[in-house]
Structure formats: structure tokens, C-alpha cells
């Protein structure tokens, strides 16, 4: 049972790539998120999506860009990579629906991305 | 939002008891209170949520007084390998989405506790 795999875990890129981190579920879960975290910092929501061709904004979603073409998969994209987004990203699932309070989530290991 | 204040660490032995309280005095109606605890290099797992009064699992206790303004995360006779940064999480949306009804709190994570347990 896997949970949820992201991938890669470990990334450098220079100022000005681009590059997708992808993120997997098999909990058939509705609800998928996307935070950062940085440095002795709390995580922070990037973007969510509350099902499959849904996404939405959450606290710091500028220089970002995702997609959730299939149920299991929601993607992250930098389209043009800042050093101020070097930072470990986290994604996560949930089963969804009413109250989200109640939703547990369940996380991947983190892709750490440093942007030189 | 639906702002929580934590103790920013705290310091235990093994074998000892371990109460990490978190105050949450705007909780509304519909939120529920939920911890998470995170390992260094790790994404953060969770360990228990409750509502109201006391709940248990076998890893923790969440106390909850009647007027669900604070919590406390009960660890019994923790060891080496609970040390990590525990979070309390309070609200009822996403942080950030602004289409969704103001009235709910936004669950957000946020500097958490840091537990450090020592032999």
C-alpha cells in the first residue's frame, strides 16, 4: 500500500527553469493539496483540488500551477523557477467532503527543490 | 482564520508524560481539532482529532474542555522517537480560497511544537 508518492524527491534547478513535480494517490481519495515548506516554518497550502479537472488557490499559490487530469494524480508546476522557491514540497490527500475539518490527511515524503 | 498558538518547544525524558496545549479561542461550530506530528524529513502524519470531550487512540489523548477554546495532546511515557514538531490544526476551509463562505475558519498549519525528548 503506498499511500501517496511523489516524485522526484530531490531536485536543482537554476533560476528561470521549469519543471513538474507529480504527486500519486492510491486511497482514491477526492481531495489532493499541494504546501511548502520552508525552514523551521509550518507548511503553507500551495493549491488544492477537491476532485478530478478541479483546482483551486490556497495561501501561496503565485508562481504556480497545477493540473488534476486524472483522479489519482494532481501536478505542480514552476514555470519559471525563483530562488525563493527553494523550499520542501509536501502533497497530500484526503477522502473529501463535508465538513473539510473532518478530513484527515495523508502525506508524501517531501520533494526537496533547490533553485540556484 | 482560525488562528492557533502553540508553545513554540518543549522539553522532556523518557518515560515522562508530555501535555502539548494549543489554544484556538475563535473555534467555530463546524471545526474539529486534529494533530499532526512530523519527523524530521518527513511529511507530517497524523495522530488523532476530536470534537469535544476526550478522545483516545493507542498512540495519544485529546482532552477537549466544553468550551473547545483550547486542547490538550496527551503523549503517555514518550520515548526518543517521539521527538518531532507536533501541529494543531482548527478551521473548515482551505487557507487562501476566498470563493469559499467567509464564515469558515481556515485550516492551516501552523508553526507547531517542537518536542525534544532526551534519555
Known amino acids: 500500500n503506498a499511500g501517496v508518492t511523489q516524485t522526484p524527491k530531490f531536485r536543482v534547478l537554476k533560476t528561470g527553469q521549469s519543471m513538474t513535480l507529480l504527486c500519486a494517490q492510491d486511497?482514491?481519495?477526492?481531495?489532493m493539496y499541494w504546501y511548502r515548506q520552508d525552514p523551521g516554518m509550518g507548511l503553507r497550502l500551495i493549491h488544492y483540488s477537491v476532485g478530478e479537472g478541479t483546482t483551486a488557490k490556497g495561501e501561496v499559490p503565485d508562481g504556480y500551477n497545477v493540473s488534476r487530469l486524472k483522479k489519482q494524480n494532481f501536478l505542480l508546476g514552476l514555470e519559471s523557477a525563483a530562488p525563493s522557491q527553494t523550499s520542501v514540497y509536501f502533497c497530500a490527500s484526503s477522502y473529501g467532503g463535508y465538513p473539510l475539518a473532518k478530513n484527515i490527511q495523508y502525506f508524501g515524503a517531501g520533494t526537496r527543490l533547490s533553485v540556484l | 482564520l482560525a488562528k492557533t498558538t502553540q508553545p513554540i518547544s518543549m522539553d522532556s525524558y523518557e518515560g515522562q508524560e508530555v501535555n502539548i496545549t494549543c489554544s484556538h479561542n475563535n473555534i467555530a461550530t463546524n471545526d474539529y481539532i486534529t494533530w499532526y506530528q512530523q519527523f524530521p524529513s518527513q511529511g507530517p502524519r497524523f495522530i488523532i482529532q476530536?470534537?469535544?470531550t476526550k478522545v483516545t487512540n493507542e498512540v495519544a489523548s485529546l482532552f477537549i474542555p466544553a468550551d473547545r477554546k483550547s486542547s490538550t495532546l496527551s503523549l503517555p511515557r514518550v520515548s526518543l522517537s517521539d521527538t518531532a514538531v507536533y501541529y494543531c490544526l482548527v478551521g473548515d476551509r482551505p487557507p487562501g480560497d476566498l470563493s469559499m463562505d467567509t464564515g469558515r475558519r481556515a485550516l492551516t498549519f501552523g508553526s507547531g511544537t517542537r518536542l525534544q525528548v532526551q534519555p
Open positions: 486511497m482514491n481519495h477526492e481531495y
Open positions: 476530536g470534537y469535544k
